[in-house]
């Protein structure tokens, strides 16, 4: 068996272990996205963001965070020891998320861990995260500490979504953008589509199942789905400023987005009016990558030098590819969305499926119908409600 097949087999195995402590959750809460978590805090006031010590309990190394950058931190976790959040924390907070705060012995461990992480990174990298869990673990429970001729002598297993990857000279990034502009329907039609409501179904960790959702996105840049949940409507909605997600499946009434996960709400509404694309960022570089075994453009941006975007271009000049990264304290953690299944909306090419993985979440969107230039209450673009229920 080649390498690749085993690492596509190991991974399927995580993702059905994390789908079964989803289906057992508690209250609506993912098991798989709570780390630690005790009772929820009461919902912020205005757009201030909760921090991680206020919506959990027993958290002593990742304080001073807001709630959704922790979660990539546990996410972080999660992927780099390739395995559910119960593989640290109590086997009863499948059942019981109090159970999170339970002390364990690979809690404390994980402490230390980022304790060495912390002082290689400051003594030998300038305390720049060069060193992470993933370094070393690389989705393995323990460290390997031995060559692996397995891996030097099969064939590579190529992953596109890097942040150090060589750029091509040759390629002009403006190009590149203004190519995308055109196969998505040009400028001019771009212009005259502004607004639109959609329809169809949802799927993730925290459903199991495929429920109705609703999208609603305005020019230039607000964009809110609103997913129909057994136990009540989850909402993300990016007003044009501000980013939140409230509902069932958020491990506080109502989450504030910030750092990179506002950042990528607002690429994921410029997307849909994606003239606003190629001025979203100064910092440009080019490259190349696989995907689907088919070479892509990668477009990469970066803030104060560090890059945070790479943007997937099909040869066809369409977007099918986002990962956004977010910076935490225990390394940058990526967020990947696909897009596929375009279609013509008012002249303009529109995904109708779009997938987000998340280290600690994966979902699908997948529209069966999309009404161009209506007329959208405002009230959707707004905070939505805490725990919005049905």
């Known amino acids: 068996m080649k390498l690749g097949s085993r690492r596509t087999f190991l991974g399927a195995t995580m993702v059905a272990v994390v789908c079964l402590v989803g289906a057992v959750r508690v209250a609506g809460l993912r098991a798989e996205a709570l780390a630690q978590a005790g009772q929820a805090a009461p919902a912020p006031a205005g ?23 922790f979660l990539d931190a546990m996410g972080m976790f999660a992927n780099a020891m390739g395995n559910d959040c119960t593989y640290c924390h109590a086997p009863q907070s499948a059942l019981d998320r109090v159970g999170f705060a339970v002390q364990t012995a690979r809690m404390t461990r994980t402490r230390q861990m980022i304790a060495m992480m912390n002082v290689i990174n400051k003594n030998f990298f300038k305390g720049e995260p060069r060193v992470t869990c993933f370094t070393c673990h690389g989705g393995n429970q323990s460290p390997r500490s031995d060559p692996n001729l397995a891996l030097q002598y099969a064939t590579p297993v190529e992953d596109p979504n890097v942040r150090d990857f060589t750029a091509d000279p040759k390629l002009v990034a403006r190009d590149i953008l203004n190519k995308y502009i055109t196969a998505v329907g040009g400028a001019d039609r771009i212009a005259r589509l502004t607004s639109y409501t959609g329809k169809g179904t949802y799927e993730g960790f925290d459903t199991m199942k495929k429920v109705p959702v609703e999208i609603y996105a305005k020019a230039p840049n607000q964009y809110t789905t609103v997913v129909h949940m057994d136990e009540g409507n989850s909402v993300r909605t990016f007003d044009g400023r501000t980013g939140w997600m409230a509902g069932p499946d958020t491990p506080v009434p109502r989450v504030v987005l910030t750092s990179g996960n506002l950042d990528r709400a607002r690429l994921e509404a410029l997307v849909a009016f994606p003239t606003g694309i190629p001025q979203a960022y100064a910092e440009w570089r080019v490259g190349r990558a696989v995907l689907n075994d088919e070479e892509d453009f990668v477009l990469q941006a970066s803030e104060s030098g560090q890059p945070v975007l790479n943007l997937y271009f099909a040869p066809s000049g369409l977007l099918v590819r986002l990962v956004r990264w977010t910076p935490t304290p225990v390394g940058m953690v990526p967020t990947q969305i696909d897009y596929s299944d375009f279609r013509d909306v008012a002249g303009v090419k529109i995904p109708f499926h779009r997938r987000v993985s998340q280290t600690y979440m994966r979902m699908d969107v997948e529209l069966s119908d999309i009404q161009p230039n209506v007329a959208i209450n405002a009230a959707l673009f707004a905070m939505p409600a805490p725990g919005a229920k049905k």
């Open 47 to 69: 757009d201030a963001p909760i921090m991680s010590e206020q919506a959990f309990q027993n958290i002593q190394t990742l304080k001073g965070i807001p709630v959704d950058t």
